[in-house]
């Protein structure tokens, strides 16, 4: 479904709970436009919406449509035109036994399993979420991280002009803590830095401390304005 300058998909095979954002390459959309969509959802049958990661910007029309905050995610931006420090980087080499290969679109049932066990509720993905996040860019790089043969961890990075983002980056419980995540930002900034993006951006939840600190590790600078996820439900 589509209406105006708003894009609308499901959200996790829920029928009664869809997404809700500014459609790509159109005008932001206005407040008339948030509520005359939430009017036809709720004909259909719709219950909760809720929004994307939006700017503060961003989310004002949809504020005003009634929308309230669900959450709000720490921003983070790393200038790759600048060099890495060659001593004192406290960044964990992946441990032994660690391979990562490109995901090809086979593979997206291994990065689904992944992430179902690597996230839970609001935020897991399911085959219409990372369908949005290999789309959500021009360009993308999807990689999938093996320990002794098995799947452990997967990431996705765009590319959009001089930008580039780590849209997904998901390890199993059980390989957290082992390099494996330091391991998939590293070969995404590798792959942004080979297409001649300048910035990478980043975004998680505040309180998911665990990649706050990998992001930083990594460069990352946190920005002074962060992100908001917003939820309708009638």
């Keep these: ?21 500014p459609a790509r390459g159109r005008r932001p959309p206005n407040p008339r436009d948030v509520r005359e969509c939430l009017e036809r959802l709720g004909d259909r049958g719709v219950e909760v919406a809720v929004t994307p990661a939006l700017s503060p910007y961003e989310a004002e029309p949809f504020y005003q449509a009634g929308f309230e905050l669900h959450e709000r995610l720490h921003l983070l931006a790393k200038d790759l035109r600048a060099a890495e420090p060659e001593q004192g980087n406290p960044i964990r080499s992946g441990p032994e036994g660690l391979s990562i290969t490109t995901a090809r679109r086979w593979h997206r049932s291994k990065m689904l399993d992944v992430d179902s066990r690597a996230f839970r509720g609001f935020w897991q993905f399911d085959a219409v979420s990372l ?5 959500a860019t021009p360009h993308y790089w999807a990689r999938l991280a ?8 997967y990431a996705v990075t765009g590319r959009a002009g001089d930008r580039g983002y780590l849209q997904r980056l998901a390890v199993v419980p059980e390989a957290q803590g082992q390099g494996v995540g330091s391991s998939l930002v590293n070969d995404a900034i590798a792959w942004l830095r080979g297409r001649r993006a300048n910035l ?9 401390t665990r990649a706050f600190d990998l992001y930083q590790r ?17």
């Design 131 to 135: 369908t949005e996040a290999l789309n």
């Design 200 to 208: 990478a951006l980043v975004n998680t939840q505040e309180i998911n």
């Design 218 to 234: 990594h460069g990352f600078v946190r920005q002074s304005q962060g992100l908001i996820v917003l939820r309708w439900s009638t």
């Design 1 to 21: 479904m589509s209406h105006r300058h708003l894009r609308v998909v499901p959200w996790q095979g829920d029928s009664q709970t869809v997404l809700v954002g």
């Design 146 to 153: 093996h320990l002794d043969g098995a799947t452990v961890g």
